[in-house]
C-alpha cells in the first residue's frame, strides 16, 4: 500500500522509523495464483489502511483521508439512495434471459448497473483510504433486500400508528424507540448519539444479535427505570416486531417474545416496599376538603383544585377525564333519564373502552357545575370547556397535564411531603370506590361490584358480565348508586366539609 507523499513523514514518526519516513506499507496475500491474489487484495489493502489510520492516530496526526467523505457516503445519503434503488429493482420484472440461458431480465441489468457504480465509488473510497469495500456491501444489501434499515419502514409503521392509538401512547413508543437507539450506540462503543431516532433508523433489523436484545432491560434498569416503564418500552418493540413480521418485513419469530417475565413479580416487589398509590383517609380528606388553594399562593388554580377534588370525590372519574369537561359534556340537564344532572366520558377522553360512561352528579356538586356551565355558555363558544384553566400539554396535549402538576404542590402544602408515595389525586377515585363498597356492606343493593364497576368505567370481570348482560344500566340504578354511596359510604366528618 503507497502512502501519499505528504504523509510520508507523519506515517515515519508514527512507526517511529529511523529514517523518519514510511512510503508503504507491504505484506504477503499468501498465495502463488493470480485470480486469487486479485480475490484478497482488497481486504489486505482494507486492513493496511486500517492499520496505517490507528498508528497516526494514535500518534496525534490525521488518519490518511483526513476527515474528507463524498456526499454520498453519508449514511443518510446511502440510506436514501439504496432504498430508491431497492424499489426500483422490485419493481422492475425478473423474466428474461440471454442466448446462452443466463438471466437477462430488466431487474438484473438494473443490479448489474448498480453493481458498476458501485465498484466505482468504492474504487474512489479506497484511493482515499477510506474502506470502499464496505460501502459497496452495505449499500448493496439493502438495494437488494438482504438488509433492512429501520429507516426503510419506520415512517410507514408511525402512519398506521397514528390511526389506532392515542397522542399519549404515541408518544411512548417514541420515547422507547429512542431509548432503543441510545442502547444500540452503546453497545457498539458509540457512545450516546445525539439524536437516537436518527441513529435507529440507520441501523439494520436482522443484524441486532438476540443476546443484544436479551440484555436490553437490564440496561433500562440500570438507568432507572421503574418495571412498570421497562414493560412498557419492551412491549413498544414487540409490537413494531409483531408488524414487520406481519407485513414480511422480516421473518423467524418475534425476538421481543417473553421478554417482560419477571417483570410484574418485580415491580409488585418494589411496590411493597415503595408502598402502593391508596385512598385517602378520613382524616386527610377532611384537611384537603377545608384547605383554602389560593391561601399564600398568586396563581390561578384555586378554584379549579377545590372543584375538582369534590367532582373526583363523588364521581370517580379521573383526572383527565374532569378537566376535559364541557358544555356537551354536562348530560340529563332536561331530567328525561331521572333527576340528577350527568356527566359523560367520551372515547377521546376514556382510558379504554370501557371508560365510555356517564356518571350522574350528587346534588352537593351540582352547584359546581352549575356555576361552570353559565360560564362556559356565556363564552358564547359552540362547546366551551368547563375548567378553561386547565390548558392543554404534555405529550398527549391533555387538559389535565398542568393541573396535576398544581395538584401536586397544593397536596405536599397540606399533607406534606412523604403522602406523595401514597396518595395522589387518583387517590379520590380509590375513596369513590371503597365508599361504593362500604354503602354496599351497608344495605345499598345498588352499589353492588357491577354497578360500580360501570360508574368507574372498569372492564367486566366475567364472561357473563361482559358478554350477555346489558352494556348499560338504566340511569336511576346510577343515581340510586350515587345517593346511597354518600347516604352510606361516606364517612360523617367528610359529608360535613362537603356540605359546607
Given amino acids: 500500500m503507497s502512502i501519499p507523499r505528504d504523509r510520508w513523514i507523519d506515517a515515519g514518526k508514527a512507526y517511529g522509523k529511523p529514517s523518519g519516513i514510511l512510503q508503504e506499507r507491504v505484506v504477503s496475500l499468501q498465495t502463488r495464483d493470480l485470480k486469487e491474489a486479485i ?48 424499489k426500483r429493482i422490485q419493481a422492475a420484472s425478473d423474466v428474461g434471459e440471454d442466448e446462452e440461458g443466463y438471466p437477462d431480465s430488466p431487474m438484473h441489468r438494473l443490479i448489474d448497473g448498480m453493481d458498476d457504480m458501485l465498484s466505482e465509488r468504492a474504487a474512489e473510497l479506497d484511493n482515499k483510504g477510506l474502506d470502499g469495500a464496505a460501502y459497496l456491501t452495505r449499500f448493496r444489501e439493502i438495494a437488494t433486500g438482504t438488509a433492512t ?97 406481519r407485513k414480511h418485513i422480516i421473518s423467524g419469530a418475534n425476538p421481543w417474545a417473553g421478554a417482560t417475565a419477571g417483570l410484574k413479580k418485580r415491580a409488585e416487589k418494589m411496590g411493597k416496599t415503595r408502598g402502593r398509590v391508596v385512598a385517602y383517609t378520613a382524616d386527610e380528606l377532611v384537611l384537603l376538603l377545608k384547605a383554602d388553594p389560593d391561601e399564600g399562593r398568586r396563581w390561578a388554580w384555586g378554584s379549579a383544585i377545590h372543584d375538582l377534588m369534590r367532582l373526583a370525590l363523588l364521581t370517580g372519574a379521573r383526572e383527565n377525564e374532569l378537566c376535559s369537561l364541557s358544555i356537551s359534556r354536562i348530560v340529563n340537564r332536561d331530567g328525561e333519564w331521572g333527576p340528577l344532572w350527568g356527566i359523560t366520558v367520551l372515547a377521546s377522553e376514556a ?47 391533555k387538559r389535565g397535564y398542568y393541573f396535576a402538576k398544581r395538584f401536586t404542590t397544593f397536596r405536599r402544602d397540606v399533607l406534606g411531603d412523604a403522602s406523595g408515595r401514597v396518595v395522589t389525586f387518583h387517590s379520590f377515585r380509590k375513596c369513590f370506590g ?51 354511596m354518600v347516604d352510606k359510604g ?11
Wanted: glycine content about 6%; overall charge neutral; some cysteine.
Fill in 39 to 86: 480475490r484478497r487484495r482488497d481486504k489486505a489493502l482494507a486492513h493496511l489502511r486500517a492499520e496505517v489510520d490507528a498508528k497516526l492516530i494514535a500518534a496525534g496526526f490525521a488518519p490518511l483521508a483526513g476527515d474528507w467523505k463524498p456526499d454520498w457516503m453519508e449514511e443518510d445519503a446511502l440510506l436514501a439512495e439504496a432504498l430508491a434503488a431497492r
Fill in 149 to 245: 434499515p429501520f429507516g426503510s419502514f419506520m415512517n410507514r409503521w408511525r402512519r398506521e400508528r397514528e390511526q389506532d392509538v392515542s397522542a399519549s401512547t404515541l408518544h411512548m413508543e417514541g420515547a422507547s424507540l429512542r431509548h432503543f437507539g441510545t442502547y444500540l450506540a452503546e453497545k457498539q462503543g458509540r457512545g450516546t448519539p445525539k439524536d437516537p431516532m436518527a441513529f435507529l433508523e440507520q441501523q439494520v433489523i436482522e443484524d441486532i444479535p438476540l443476546p443484544v436484545i436479551g440484555e436490553y432491560s437490564e440496561w433500562l434498569f440500570e438507568k432507572g427505570l421503574s418495571p412498570k416503564t421497562i414493560g412498557r418500552q419492551i412491549s413498544s418493540l414487540k409490537v413494531l416486531w409483531d408488524w414487520c413480521l
Fill in 490 to 500: 361516606i364517612p360523617e366528618a367528610v359529608k360535613d366539609v362537603l356540605t359546607l
Fill in 351 to 397: 382510558k379504554t373502552d370501557n371508560s365510555v360512561r356517564s356518571v350522574p352528579l350528587h346534588p352537593l356538586v351540582r352547584p359546581i357545575i352549575e356555576r361552570r356551565l353559565a360560564a362556559a355558555i356565556a363564552t358564547g363558544q359552540v362547546d366551551a370547556p368547563l375548567f378553561p384553566e386547565c390548558k392543554p400539554g404534555g405529550p398527549g396535549m
Fill in 434 to 484: 371503597t365508599f361504593m363498597r362500604r354503602a354496599s356492606v351497608a344495605g345499598v343493593s345498588e352499589c353492588q361490584l357491577s354497578v360500580a364497576q360501570k360508574l368507574m368505567g372498569h372492564k367486566p370481570q366475567t364472561v357473563t358480565e361482559s358478554v350477555y348482560m346489558e352494556q348499560h344500566m338504566p340511569w336511576p340504578s346510577y343515581e340510586a348508586a350515587i345517593l346511597g
